[in-house]
């Protein structure tokens, strides 16, 4: 599915950060993809964007829809083991917005980001729950790397994808 022309993915403001926080939380743990547990983590979009830059996508009418961090590196990049990988973790969408290609927008983002940085391959972890963004990773090439799949805390298990840049 192509985004609507309309549909605008830029980096994040530090005004956006309570909106983010908001539909983060609303995605993961109302949704059903995370614990409430995880909710205090999923929030702190300030320490996000420390550690990995966030870019959003925005409608015609500017509203902010989903949102993504792209991970170069680092500690928020768990799951990378080199210099040539990159990733990106918490991607959300409203789900008033679903099925406008919102994600694929920002994943699309996020692949070239990788490429500008000079990674060779982008390598990311979802949880076992997250049917919908399985199929989006393999629709837009990334494939199972299972040899890498981890469990961070016991009862959450996390897959790997990866896609070749």
């Known amino acids: 599915m192509l985004p609507s022309p309309a549909l605008r993915i830029e980096p994040a403001l530090a005004a956006d950060h309570d909106r983010i926080a908001a539909l983060t939380v609303q995605v993961y743990v109302d949704g059903g993809l ?3 547990g995880y909710a205090a983590e999923l ?3 300030a320490g996000r964007a420390r550690v990995a830059e966030l870019l959003v996508a925005r409608d015609d009418g500017g509203e902010l829809i989903g949102s993504v961090a792209f991970v170069a590196g680092g500690e928020f990049g768990e799951v990378l ?3 040539d990988e990159a990733g990106f973790r918490m991607l ?3 789900p008033r917005a679903r099925g406008r290609g919102v994600g694929e927008a920002l994943v699309r983002a996020c692949l070239d980001r990788a490429r500008e940085t000079g990674r060779r391959r982008v390598v990311i972890s979802t949880g076992t729950r997250m049917t919908a963004a399985h199929r989006l990773y393999e629709r837009l090439g990334f494939t199972r790397l299972p040899e890498r799949d981890w469990t961070p805390v016991p009862g959450v298990d996390l897959l790997v994808y990866t896609r070749q840049l």
């Open 92 to 94: 959300v969408v409203d």
């Open 43 to 45: 929030a702190d979009v």
């Open 34 to 36: 995370a614990s409430a």
């Open 81 to 83: 083991e080199s210099p």
